[in-house]
């Protein structure tokens, strides 16, 4: 299953609301992630089944959507929220990923 | 605190074979799932495959062929083979813990190695 994310680059600024969408090439039911990584760490998990928020995550990251469109919400960014993030389906063997949204200051 | 460590050698030559262990330490390595992804440098991620501490492993198709996973639980380590290796093999190689109540989803990751593939 191919995914695809867009934008695959943007410029915000601390307390805009950022919207990040995640589309698979044929349906995922609710078995998607979304992954924030920084440069030099390890992909930190954000959300998984589509909109369930991993415990710790902040509540500004929301996600939305099933089969095989999907969003990842950041209400009211924040200066350590400059990253790239990443869409994972779950539903078909092997787990894939997008491309990747890259997220810098505006 | 379970925590996950990668090891082995950063440079590998081409055509030889890339050898990763993952140690977890603070923690049994039993009754867990792990996998291991990777992520050539400035690129996306790629799922390599999991292996569960009894030895059963899953591999992605695309790396199936030439790739082994092993785990030893008398060391606390699980590990990587990856024969036959290209350029197309340097990336940084995370392993992680899979969580027991949401399947696929890690709840537990290593910091990442790199390697790379030159002669």
């Known amino acids: 299953i191919q995914l695809t994310q867009s934008p695959s680059s943007l410029s915000a600024s601390v307390g805009d609301r950022v919207t990040i969408t995640c589309r698979a090439s044929q349906g995922v039911s609710s078995y998607l992630a979304w992954y924030q990584q920084k440069p030099g760490k390890a992909p930190k998990l954000l959300i998984y089944a589509a909109s369930t928020l991993e415990s710790g995550v902040p509540s500004r990251f929301s996600g939305s959507g099933s089969g095989t469109d999907f969003t990842l919400t950041i209400s009211g960014l924040q200066p350590e929220d400059f990253a790239t993030y990443y869409c994972?389906?779950?539903?078909?063997?092997?787990?894939?990923f997008g491309p990747g949204t890259k997220v810098d200051i505006k | 605190q379970v925590q996950l460590q990668e090891s082995g050698p950063g440079l590998v030559k081409p055509s030889e074979t890339l050898s990763l262990t993952c140690t977890v330490s603070g923690g049994s390595i039993s009754g867990y799932y792990y996998f291991w992804i990777r992520q050539p440098p400035g690129k996306g991620l790629e799922w390599i495959g999991y292996?569960?501490?009894?030895?059963?492993?899953n591999y992605n198709p695309s790396l199936k062929g030439r790739l082994t996973m092993s785990v030893d639980t008398s060391k606390n380590q699980f590990s990587l083979k990856l024969r036959s290796v290209t350029a197309a093999d340097t990336a940084v190689y995370y392993c992680a813990r899979i969580n027991r109540e949401q399947w696929l989803i890690p709840d537990c990751w290593g910091q990442g190695t790199l390697v790379t593939v030159s002669s």
């Open positions: 994972q389906q779950l539903n078909s063997y092997p787990p894939t």
């Open positions: 292996i569960y501490y009894t030895g059963s492993t």
